[in-house]
């Protein structure tokens, strides 16, 4: 993999957020590539429970003042960026006051779930591919992990189509267990639609459920790996049928040589 370029985008990362299946595999994982010569950057939200001081985050202001428009609402990006410690690993931080500012990730104190969820799963996607672009750094592989960087492969395959940049870019998404219960909001659809994004492309999204919103990962994927022991019958299932290549389940001791195999075989 020396000098192959992976994207890694994710909801949760360690060392910034709690450990968890999505957190430790978006660290091990491109910790992995970055052993073995890759070049790799990590993108995920900088929600407002991040220490910034422990963790040393700083605005990138050369990357940050755009606007992305999300449901006809123009907010603005700030870009952050630290280094994992003793890894030499860039993590860059997708952040707006009005979508990650709170002092927690996905819900409240009282754990409901952020009625804006989904503004800030599109928020996200854009904020990526903008910071992406500016950067004028090409992707072998963009590798998405977790829900709110789901709608990434939807936006990359229709509002980004036409971007020179990514002409050549792969999209494998890991899939994982059920995180959240009931829906993200039910106009979710329509924002997504605003951007131009064709209807047959995300009619899962008619009932945004964990479920669906995965199913409408896979269908814009190039690939797929299945991260969690964890993962509906259903979604295998839809998964297995999809017609997309796939990575069975694999053990944490294992993963490295199944990962970088299917990397070679199936993407690049």
Do not use: C
């Amino acid at each position: 993999m020396k000098d192959k370029r992976i994207l890694y985008v994710s909801s949760e990362v360690v060392p910034y957020l709690a450990e968890n299946e999505v957190s430790l595999m978006s660290y091990d994982v491109p910790k992995m590539i970055n052993d073995q010569g890759g070049q790799i950057r990590i993108f995920m939200p900088r929600y407002g429970n991040i220490n910034e001081r422990r963790h040393q985050l700083h605005e990138v202001i050369r990357l940050s003042g755009m606007n992305l428009v999300v449901n006809d609402l123009d907010m603005p990006l700030i870009i952050k960026v630290a280094s994992i410690p003793k890894e030499r690993i860039q993590v860059y931080f997708i952040d707006n006051d009005e979508y990650f500012k709170r002092k927690a990730t996905f819900a409240d104190e009282e754990g409901v779930m952020y009625p804006d969820n989904d503004e800030r799963a599109i928020f996200f996607a854009k904020g990526v591919v903008e910071t992406v672009k500016k950067l004028n750094w090409v992707p072998d592989i963009i590798h998405v992990h977790g829900w709110m960087a789901a709608m990434l492969p939807v936006y990359m395959k229709h509002f980004y189509k036409n971007e020179a940049l990514f002409s050549d870019t792969k999209i494998v998404t890991s899939v994982y267990a059920q995180s959240f219960d009931g829906t993200l909001d039910m106009g979710m659809i329509n924002k997504v639609k605003f951007d131009g994004i064709p209807a047959e492309a995300i009619a899962d999204l008619e009932t945004p459920d964990y479920e669906n919103i995965i199913r409408t990962t896979v269908l814009n994927s190039d690939a797929v790996i299945i991260a969690s022991d964890g993962v509906s019958p259903s979604l295998t299932k839809f998964i297995e049928s999809s017609g997309k290549p796939f990575l069975p389940l694999v053990s944490k001791d294992n993963f490295a040589v199944a990962y970088t195999e299917f990397y070679k075989n199936m993407l690049l």
